[in-house]
């Protein structure tokens, strides 16, 4: 990621329609983004898209919120499960089969 603050800091002021944070919350803000860039990246994209569908009123209070949820991810990404571990495909009913049957469908 190639973006400095004052980049993200404009990105975040259009997404939430011109709308500033207090100095002391900003100050927070640009703390947060000298240790984790691209969780500052990510949570802006995400509250963002949330204050333009009207799910958020306070945008630069939900960032702030945000933040240690995205770096979390960043440091624990989800894993996927390993297919061998997906439990087995369980037969349908009988009462399934006979109804397709009844229908015509093949088995």
């Not at 770096?71 to 397709?100: G, S, V, W």
């Amino acid at each position: 990621m190639t973006s400095d603050w004052h980049t993200e800091y404009a990105r975040a002021l259009q997404a939430f329609g011109g709308d500033t944070p207090s100095a002391t919350l900003e100050q927070d803000l640009v703390d947060a983004y000298a240790q984790h860039p691209q969780a500052v990246h990510n949570a802006i994209t995400k509250i963002g898209k949330a204050y333009a569908a009207g799910r958020i009123h306070s945008p630069w209070g939900a960032l702030k919120a945000e933040i240690p949820k995205q770096t979390k991810l960043r440091a624990n990404p989800p894993t996927p499960k390993p297919i061998e571990d997906l439990p087995e495909r369980t037969p349908p009913p009988p009462e399934f089969i006979a109804m397709l049957a009844r229908l015509g469908v093949r088995t």
